[in-house]
């Protein structure tokens, strides 16, 4: 059974930085492919960051590019997301995403089968 967790969530000002941890477990994270993505109430998930499974290809929504980071640490089998100058509108619940199939994920949700349950990010104005 493979698990996700997601941890790093709060609540922070305009300008904050937070990183968020996706601590996986059941399976080598490096046999994995991995997404963070985002959801607020009345929204579609919206793709934020993906990672190859050997970390060489990386990917950004074109809202956060130049100011989220995605990284991998297989020997700790965690994947994180750093989040600088963050604003009002990345408020959202944060997701991770786990791919056993693609070396790449990529942007789309139903390319991932496993998702963690979500941490809440909150940027105040």
């Known amino acids: 059974q493979v698990q996700l967790v997601e941890s790093g969530g709060g609540l922070v000002q305009t300008g904050d930085s937070l990183r968020l941890s996706c601590a996986v477990s059941g399976r080598t994270l490096s046999t994995y492919s991995m997404g963070w993505f985002r959801q607020t109430p009345g929204k579609e998930r919206e793709f934020v960051a993906a990672?190859?499974?050997?970390?060489?290809?990386?990917s950004y929504g074109d809202s956060v590019t130049g100011r989220f980071t995605i990284s991998r640490d297989n020997a700790k089998n965690t994947v994180y997301l750093q989040m600088n100058s963050l604003k009002p509108v990345d408020t959202a619940v944060y997701y991770c995403?786990?791919?056993?199939?693609?070396?790449?994920?990529?942007?789309?949700?139903?390319?991932?089968?496993?998702w963690g349950q979500g941490t809440q990010v909150t940027v105040s104005s």
């Open positions: 995403a786990a791919s056993p199939k693609r070396a790449y994920g990529g942007t789309d949700p139903p390319n991932y089968e496993y």
């Open positions: 990672i190859s499974w050997s970390g060489y290809t990386t």
